[in-house]
């Protein structure tokens, strides 16, 4: 199983970004997703999660009405739409797929993690 992240860089206080994960060797199409972040010195943080169909997703308090987290299951693509970006969400920003059960905002359930895409907001 291989997660593909992209999308990070540099931006502005009150910008946006659009991070992807494509996800291969792997049945995407029945599998939960999520993202996650850490910033240095801090520990991962969960961010989003979406159910396999789409239908259900999950926020953290702190980028709720931020954030969106979507998927194209014709591309084995997870998506996480960033708006209103400030300096604190500054961190490595990591894609996770889910097999099982368990919480989906718990790190420890994810079976596969991606390698992680820099995002820095400048102030």
Same mark, same amino acid.
């Given at each position: 199983?291989?997660?593909?992240?992209?999308? *990070?860089?540099?931006? =502005? &206080?009150? !910008?946006s970004? /659009?991070?992807?994960?494509? @996800?291969s060797?792997?049945?995407?199409?029945? %599998?939960?997703? *999520?993202?996650?972040? =850490? &910033?240095? !010195?801090?520990? /991962?943080?969960?961010?989003a @999660?979406?159910?396999?169909?789409?239908?259900? %997703?999950?926020?953290?308090?702190?980028?709720?009405?931020?954030?969106?987290?979507?998927?194209?299951?014709?591309k084995?693509?997870?998506?996480?739409q960033?708006?209103?970006l400030?300096?604190?969400?500054?961190?490595?920003?990591y894609?996770?797929?889910?097999?099982?059960?368990?919480?989906?905002?718990?790190?420890?359930?994810?079976d596969?993690?991606?390698?992680?895409?820099?995002?820095?907001?400048?102030?």
């Amino acid at each position: 199983v291989q997660l593909q992240a992209s999308g *990070g860089g540099l931006v =502005q &206080a009150g !910008g946006s970004l /659009r991070l992807s994960c494509v @996800a291969s060797k792997i049945t995407f199409s029945t %599998t939960a997703m *999520g993202w996650f972040r =850490q &910033a240095p !010195g801090k520990e /991962r943080e969960f961010l989003a @999660a979406i159910n396999w169909g789409g239908g259900s %997703t999950l926020y953290a308090n702190s980028v709720k009405g931020r954030f969106t987290i979507s998927r194209e299951n014709a591309k084995n693509t997870v998506y996480l739409q960033m708006n209103s970006l400030k300096p604190e969400d500054t961190a490595v920003y990591y894609c996770a797929a889910k097999l099982g059960w368990g919480r989906q905002d718990e790190g420890g359930n994810y079976d596969y993690w991606g390698q992680g895409t820099q995002v820095t907001v400048s102030s």
